[in-house]
Protein backbone atom coordinates (compact mmCIF):
# COMPACT_ATOMS: atom_id res chain seq x y z
CA UNK A 1 0.00 0.00 0.00
CA UNK A 2 1.64 3.25 -1.18
CA UNK A 3 2.16 6.35 1.83
CA UNK A 4 -0.54 8.60 0.94
CA UNK A 5 1.47 11.80 -0.61
CA UNK A 6 -1.31 13.85 -2.09
CA UNK A 7 -4.93 14.89 -0.77
CA UNK A 8 -6.98 16.37 -3.34
CA UNK A 9 -9.45 19.03 -2.56
CA UNK A 10 -12.53 18.98 -4.92
CA UNK A 11 -15.68 21.43 -5.15
CA UNK A 12 -17.37 18.40 -6.06
CA UNK A 13 -19.28 15.23 -5.45
CA UNK A 14 -17.26 13.07 -8.24
CA UNK A 15 -18.53 11.80 -11.42
CA UNK A 16 -20.67 14.71 -11.56
CA UNK A 17 -18.52 18.06 -12.88
CA UNK A 18 -16.75 17.89 -16.07
CA UNK A 19 -14.10 20.27 -15.06
CA UNK A 20 -13.13 18.24 -12.05
CA UNK A 21 -13.77 14.58 -13.93
CA UNK A 22 -11.17 15.49 -16.66
CA UNK A 23 -8.79 17.64 -14.93
CA UNK A 24 -8.40 15.50 -11.97
CA UNK A 25 -10.72 12.59 -11.07
CA UNK A 26 -9.70 11.03 -15.16
CA UNK A 27 -5.82 11.66 -14.35
CA UNK A 28 -5.58 9.40 -10.98
CA UNK A 29 -4.71 6.44 -12.53
CA UNK A 30 -1.35 7.90 -13.79
CA UNK A 31 -0.52 8.12 -9.66
CA UNK A 32 -1.63 4.55 -8.96
CA UNK A 33 0.36 3.31 -12.13
CA UNK A 34 3.56 5.31 -10.63
CA UNK A 35 1.92 3.98 -7.15
CA UNK A 36 1.63 7.38 -5.35
CA UNK A 37 -0.82 7.52 -2.79
CA UNK A 38 -4.02 9.85 -2.64
CA UNK A 39 -6.81 10.90 -0.94
CA UNK A 40 -9.75 12.74 -2.53
CA UNK A 41 -12.02 15.35 -0.98
CA UNK A 42 -14.53 16.53 -1.98
CA UNK A 43 -16.50 19.90 -0.61
CA UNK A 44 -20.21 18.91 -1.39
CA UNK A 45 -21.90 15.73 -0.82
CA UNK A 46 -24.29 13.96 -3.33
CA UNK A 47 -27.22 15.09 -1.16
CA UNK A 48 -26.46 18.77 -1.36
CA UNK A 49 -25.01 18.75 -4.75
CA UNK A 50 -28.82 17.00 -5.77
CA UNK A 51 -30.56 19.92 -4.56
CA UNK A 52 -27.95 23.38 -4.99
CA UNK A 53 -29.49 24.06 -8.20
CA UNK A 54 -32.82 23.36 -7.48
CA UNK A 55 -35.64 25.82 -6.08
CA UNK A 56 -36.62 25.42 -2.48
CA UNK A 57 -35.20 22.92 0.18
CA UNK A 58 -33.35 26.46 1.54
CA UNK A 59 -32.68 24.34 4.84
CA UNK A 60 -31.51 21.02 3.68
CA UNK A 61 -29.37 23.74 1.23
CA UNK A 62 -28.06 25.45 4.26
CA UNK A 63 -27.32 22.44 6.61
CA UNK A 64 -25.58 20.67 3.82
CA UNK A 65 -23.37 23.60 2.97
CA UNK A 66 -22.65 24.16 6.77
CA UNK A 67 -21.71 20.23 7.33
CA UNK A 68 -19.74 20.83 4.23
CA UNK A 69 -17.84 23.69 6.27
CA UNK A 70 -17.52 22.00 9.47
CA UNK A 71 -15.90 18.72 7.40
CA UNK A 72 -13.62 21.16 5.49
CA UNK A 73 -12.57 22.94 8.92
CA UNK A 74 -11.69 19.26 10.58
CA UNK A 75 -9.77 18.40 7.86
CA UNK A 76 -7.39 20.91 6.91
CA UNK A 77 -7.09 21.30 10.89
CA UNK A 78 -6.43 17.57 11.97
CA UNK A 79 -5.15 15.57 8.85
CA UNK A 80 -4.04 17.78 6.39
CA UNK A 81 -0.64 17.90 8.19
CA UNK A 82 -0.03 14.24 6.88
CA UNK A 83 0.17 15.26 3.45
CA UNK A 84 3.52 16.97 1.42
CA UNK A 85 1.21 17.96 -1.24
CA UNK A 86 -1.91 19.19 -1.29
CA UNK A 87 -4.17 19.74 -4.91
CA UNK A 88 -6.79 22.16 -5.16
CA UNK A 89 -9.03 21.83 -7.96
CA UNK A 90 -10.79 25.28 -8.60
CA UNK A 91 -11.24 26.48 -4.58
CA UNK A 92 -10.95 24.62 -1.12
CA UNK A 93 -14.02 25.92 -0.69
CA UNK A 94 -17.13 27.64 -2.59
CA UNK A 95 -17.52 30.51 -0.65
CA UNK A 96 -15.79 32.77 1.68
CA UNK A 97 -11.84 34.37 1.67
CA UNK A 98 -9.06 31.54 0.66
CA UNK A 99 -8.39 30.92 4.48
CA UNK A 100 -8.23 27.05 4.12
CA UNK A 101 -5.46 27.60 1.53
CA UNK A 102 -3.36 30.49 3.62
CA UNK A 103 -3.38 28.29 6.50
CA UNK A 104 -1.90 25.52 3.99
CA UNK A 105 0.32 27.33 2.76
CA UNK A 106 1.12 29.26 5.18
CA UNK A 107 0.79 28.27 8.33
CA UNK A 108 1.58 24.33 7.61
CA UNK A 109 3.89 25.46 4.72
CA UNK A 110 2.33 22.70 2.41
CA UNK A 111 2.68 22.55 -1.30
CA UNK A 112 -0.52 23.32 -2.82
CA UNK A 113 -0.48 22.53 -6.63
CA UNK A 114 -3.60 24.88 -7.53
CA UNK A 115 -5.50 23.76 -10.18
CA UNK A 116 -8.01 25.59 -12.86
CA UNK A 117 -9.65 26.05 -16.05
CA UNK A 118 -11.99 28.85 -15.95
CA UNK A 119 -11.37 32.53 -15.68
CA UNK A 120 -12.76 32.12 -12.31
CA UNK A 121 -11.47 35.38 -10.87
CA UNK A 122 -14.07 36.81 -12.69
CA UNK A 123 -17.76 36.82 -11.73
CA UNK A 124 -19.43 35.17 -14.18
CA UNK A 125 -22.62 33.48 -12.60
CA UNK A 126 -23.82 36.21 -10.19
CA UNK A 127 -23.73 39.39 -12.00
CA UNK A 128 -26.89 40.24 -10.68
CA UNK A 129 -26.82 39.01 -7.24
CA UNK A 130 -24.24 41.80 -5.35
CA UNK A 131 -24.43 39.51 -2.51
CA UNK A 132 -23.48 36.65 -3.63
CA UNK A 133 -20.39 38.10 -5.47
CA UNK A 134 -19.15 39.38 -2.90
CA UNK A 135 -19.28 36.35 -0.01
CA UNK A 136 -17.83 34.19 -3.62
CA UNK A 137 -14.88 36.19 -3.16
CA UNK A 138 -13.45 35.77 -6.81
CA UNK A 139 -10.73 38.22 -5.89
CA UNK A 140 -9.02 35.08 -3.79
CA UNK A 141 -7.72 33.02 -6.84
CA UNK A 142 -4.77 35.90 -7.23
CA UNK A 143 -4.28 34.65 -3.39
CA UNK A 144 -4.29 31.61 -4.52
CA UNK A 145 -1.62 31.74 -6.68
CA UNK A 146 0.82 34.24 -4.91
CA UNK A 147 0.40 31.29 -2.17
CA UNK A 148 0.74 27.98 -4.08
CA UNK A 149 3.83 25.29 -5.02
CA UNK A 150 2.94 24.90 -8.61
CA UNK A 151 0.14 26.49 -10.77
CA UNK A 152 -1.89 23.89 -12.98
CA UNK A 153 -3.45 26.02 -15.96
CA UNK A 154 -5.34 24.86 -18.97
CA UNK A 155 -4.30 27.42 -21.19
CA UNK A 156 -1.67 30.83 -21.80
CA UNK A 157 -4.67 33.29 -20.57
CA UNK A 158 -4.74 31.85 -17.72
CA UNK A 159 -1.16 30.55 -17.09
CA UNK A 160 -1.16 34.91 -17.85
CA UNK A 161 -2.77 35.58 -14.93
CA UNK A 162 -1.40 33.12 -12.57
CA UNK A 163 2.26 34.56 -13.21
CA UNK A 164 0.71 38.64 -13.04
CA UNK A 165 -0.06 37.32 -9.68
CA UNK A 166 2.60 35.97 -7.87
CA UNK A 167 2.88 32.29 -8.95
CA UNK A 168 6.20 30.46 -8.86
CA UNK A 169 6.18 27.65 -11.23
CA UNK A 170 3.42 27.23 -14.19
CA UNK A 171 2.77 24.04 -15.94
CA UNK A 172 0.08 24.45 -18.56
CA UNK A 173 -1.97 21.55 -18.84
CA UNK A 174 -5.20 21.38 -21.25
CA UNK A 175 -8.17 19.69 -20.11
CA UNK A 176 -7.58 15.90 -21.83
CA UNK A 177 -9.93 12.93 -22.78
CA UNK A 178 -8.79 9.22 -22.70
CA UNK A 179 -8.21 8.54 -26.60
CA UNK A 180 -7.20 4.96 -25.51
CA UNK A 181 -10.13 3.49 -23.41
CA UNK A 182 -13.31 5.94 -23.40
CA UNK A 183 -12.87 8.49 -26.56
CA UNK A 184 -11.40 5.61 -28.47
CA UNK A 185 -14.80 5.50 -30.87
CA UNK A 186 -14.67 7.55 -33.89
CA UNK A 187 -18.12 8.83 -36.09
CA UNK A 188 -19.23 6.84 -38.46
CA UNK A 189 -20.65 9.57 -40.61
CA UNK A 190 -23.47 8.79 -43.23
CA UNK A 191 -25.38 11.07 -46.22
CA UNK A 192 -29.00 11.76 -44.27
CA UNK A 193 -30.64 12.05 -40.56
CA UNK A 194 -27.99 14.14 -39.89
CA UNK A 195 -27.56 15.66 -35.91
CA UNK A 196 -26.01 19.29 -35.71
CA UNK A 197 -25.19 19.08 -31.71
CA UNK A 198 -24.11 21.20 -28.71
CA UNK A 199 -22.77 19.59 -25.30
CA UNK A 200 -22.83 21.58 -21.86
CA UNK A 201 -23.67 22.80 -18.77
CA UNK A 202 -26.84 25.20 -17.42
CA UNK A 203 -24.48 27.46 -16.99
CA UNK A 204 -23.28 27.67 -20.52
CA UNK A 205 -27.36 26.75 -22.27
CA UNK A 206 -27.02 30.99 -22.54
CA UNK A 207 -24.33 30.86 -25.35
CA UNK A 208 -27.23 28.84 -27.37
CA UNK A 209 -28.52 32.27 -27.00
CA UNK A 210 -26.74 33.90 -30.28
CA UNK A 211 -26.79 30.59 -32.33
CA UNK A 212 -30.35 30.24 -32.83
CA UNK A 213 -31.46 32.17 -35.30
CA UNK A 214 -28.76 30.48 -37.93
CA UNK A 215 -30.26 27.14 -36.66
CA UNK A 216 -33.81 28.26 -37.94
CA UNK A 217 -33.05 29.35 -40.99
CA UNK A 218 -30.67 26.27 -41.66
CA UNK A 219 -33.73 24.14 -40.38
CA UNK A 220 -35.83 26.11 -43.10
CA UNK A 221 -33.22 24.81 -45.97
CA UNK A 222 -31.78 21.47 -44.43
CA UNK A 223 -33.43 18.37 -42.96
CA UNK A 224 -31.20 17.92 -39.84
CA UNK A 225 -32.05 17.68 -36.04
CA UNK A 226 -30.47 19.77 -33.38
CA UNK A 227 -29.26 17.72 -30.26
CA UNK A 228 -28.92 19.47 -26.70
CA UNK A 229 -26.80 17.26 -24.29
CA UNK A 230 -26.86 19.07 -20.63
CA UNK A 231 -28.31 19.07 -16.76
CA UNK A 232 -30.92 21.65 -17.29
CA UNK A 233 -33.18 21.02 -20.18
CA UNK A 234 -33.65 24.43 -22.45
CA UNK A 235 -35.98 26.49 -23.99
CA UNK A 236 -35.64 26.25 -27.80
CA UNK A 237 -37.39 27.70 -30.32
CA UNK A 238 -36.53 25.16 -33.48
CA UNK A 239 -38.72 23.09 -35.78
CA UNK A 240 -36.13 19.76 -35.05
CA UNK A 241 -33.96 19.77 -31.70
CA UNK A 242 -33.55 16.87 -29.14
CA UNK A 243 -33.09 17.44 -25.27
CA UNK A 244 -30.80 14.64 -24.18
CA UNK A 245 -29.87 15.07 -20.24
CA UNK A 246 -26.27 14.19 -19.44
CA UNK A 247 -25.26 11.01 -18.27
CA UNK A 248 -21.69 9.58 -17.43
CA UNK A 249 -22.34 6.52 -18.58
CA UNK A 250 -23.65 6.83 -21.98
CA UNK A 251 -21.75 10.21 -22.56
CA UNK A 252 -20.03 8.60 -25.56
CA UNK A 253 -23.31 7.18 -27.04
CA UNK A 254 -24.95 10.36 -26.57
CA UNK A 255 -21.92 12.47 -28.30
CA UNK A 256 -22.00 10.23 -31.33
CA UNK A 257 -25.39 10.73 -32.26
CA UNK A 258 -23.56 14.48 -33.61
CA UNK A 259 -22.30 15.07 -36.68
CA UNK A 260 -21.52 18.32 -36.46
CA UNK A 261 -20.35 19.89 -32.92
CA UNK A 262 -20.65 23.66 -32.13
CA UNK A 263 -19.38 25.65 -29.51
CA UNK A 264 -20.89 29.73 -29.52
CA UNK A 265 -19.07 31.84 -26.95
CA UNK A 266 -18.87 35.39 -26.32
CA UNK A 267 -15.95 37.45 -27.09
CA UNK A 268 -15.39 38.25 -23.48
CA UNK A 269 -12.44 38.22 -20.76
CA UNK A 270 -14.61 35.16 -19.40
CA UNK A 271 -14.65 33.58 -22.48
CA UNK A 272 -10.54 33.62 -23.27
CA UNK A 273 -10.60 31.77 -19.71
CA UNK A 274 -12.53 28.76 -21.25
CA UNK A 275 -10.13 25.27 -22.31
CA UNK A 276 -12.39 24.33 -25.57
CA UNK A 277 -13.44 21.23 -24.16
CA UNK A 278 -16.58 20.61 -26.28
CA UNK A 279 -14.31 21.00 -29.15
CA UNK A 280 -11.74 18.48 -27.63
CA UNK A 281 -14.60 16.18 -27.41
CA UNK A 282 -16.45 16.54 -30.39
CA UNK A 283 -12.90 16.13 -32.22
CA UNK A 284 -11.77 13.20 -30.03
CA UNK A 285 -14.58 11.33 -31.49
CA UNK A 286 -13.98 12.29 -35.52
CA UNK A 287 -17.04 15.04 -35.27
CA UNK A 288 -15.78 18.47 -37.43
CA UNK A 289 -16.63 21.63 -35.26
CA UNK A 290 -17.78 24.61 -35.75
CA UNK A 291 -16.73 27.54 -32.80
CA UNK A 292 -16.45 31.10 -32.21
CA UNK A 293 -12.75 32.08 -32.70
CA UNK A 294 -12.67 32.85 -29.25
CA UNK A 295 -8.96 32.05 -27.19
CA UNK A 296 -7.91 28.43 -27.15
CA UNK A 297 -10.78 27.67 -30.10
CA UNK A 298 -8.06 29.23 -32.15
CA UNK A 299 -5.52 26.35 -31.26
CA UNK A 300 -8.10 23.51 -31.62
CA UNK A 301 -9.70 24.39 -34.48
CA UNK A 302 -7.37 24.82 -37.47
CA UNK A 303 -9.84 26.48 -39.75
CA UNK A 304 -11.45 24.93 -42.83
CA UNK A 305 -9.18 21.75 -41.60
CA UNK A 306 -11.10 20.24 -38.72
CA UNK A 307 -13.58 22.47 -38.63
CA UNK A 308 -14.49 26.16 -38.88
CA UNK A 309 -13.74 29.09 -36.82
CA UNK A 310 -16.64 31.61 -37.27
CA UNK A 311 -16.83 35.39 -36.23
CA UNK A 312 -20.06 36.47 -37.92
CA UNK A 313 -23.65 35.16 -38.14
CA UNK A 314 -22.79 35.01 -42.07
CA UNK A 315 -19.76 32.56 -41.19
CA UNK A 316 -21.55 30.64 -39.10
CA UNK A 317 -24.13 29.57 -41.43
CA UNK A 318 -21.74 29.21 -44.15
CA UNK A 319 -19.39 26.84 -41.91
CA UNK A 320 -22.51 25.06 -40.76
CA UNK A 321 -23.90 24.49 -44.50
CA UNK A 322 -20.76 23.60 -46.39
CA UNK A 323 -20.68 20.13 -43.66
CA UNK A 324 -24.94 20.06 -43.90
CA UNK A 325 -24.00 19.39 -47.39
CA UNK A 326 -20.88 17.23 -48.26
CA UNK A 327 -20.45 13.97 -46.43
CA UNK A 328 -16.77 13.70 -47.14
CA UNK A 329 -15.99 16.51 -46.01
CA UNK A 330 -17.48 15.40 -42.44
CA UNK A 331 -14.70 12.81 -42.72
CA UNK A 332 -11.89 14.14 -44.14
CA UNK A 333 -11.95 16.83 -40.74
CA UNK A 334 -13.63 14.26 -38.64
CA UNK A 335 -10.16 12.58 -38.96
CA UNK A 336 -7.91 15.41 -38.74
CA UNK A 337 -9.43 16.57 -35.82
CA UNK A 338 -9.01 13.09 -33.98
CA UNK A 339 -4.97 13.62 -35.12
CA UNK A 340 -4.93 16.45 -33.52
CA UNK A 341 -6.74 15.26 -30.05
CA UNK A 342 -4.43 12.55 -29.70
CA UNK A 343 -1.58 13.74 -30.00
CA UNK A 344 -1.75 17.10 -27.98
CA UNK A 345 -5.14 16.64 -25.76
CA UNK A 346 -5.13 13.11 -24.76
CA UNK A 347 -4.14 11.92 -21.34
CA UNK A 348 -1.29 9.86 -23.03
CA UNK A 349 0.31 13.58 -24.90
CA UNK A 350 0.45 15.24 -20.70
CA UNK A 351 1.09 11.86 -18.56
CA UNK A 352 4.93 13.42 -17.83
CA UNK A 353 3.08 17.17 -17.35
CA UNK A 354 0.83 15.97 -15.07
CA UNK A 355 3.39 13.41 -12.99
CA UNK A 356 5.55 16.23 -12.87
CA UNK A 357 3.37 18.46 -10.80
CA UNK A 358 4.37 16.36 -7.66
CA UNK A 359 8.12 15.94 -8.30
Known sequence: MPQKKILFLLPYPL?????????????????????????????????????LYKRGNLFHKAWGISKSYLQRIFLIL??????????????AAPLGPPVFEWFLSQVLGKKIIYDFDDAIWIPNTSEQNKIAALVKCFWKVKYICKWSYKISAGNDYLCAFAEKSGAKHLVKIPTVVNTVSR??????????????????????????????PVLQNLQSKFDFNFLVIADKKPSLVLKNWT????????????????????MPLKSDAWSEGKCGFKLIQYLSLGIPAIANGVGVNQLIIDDEQDGFLAESVDAWEAGLTKLLMDTTLRVCMGEKGR?????????DSQKSAFLGLFD
Open 78 to 91: FRAYRYPYIFVHRE
Open 15 to 51: HRAASQRFRVENLLFILDEAQIGYDLAPFMSESVWNV
Open 243 to 262: YCPWNEQTEIEDLLKMDIGI
Open 339 to 347: KKIVAQYSI
Open 183 to 212: YNQIKKHQPDNLVVGWTGSHSTLKFLDDII
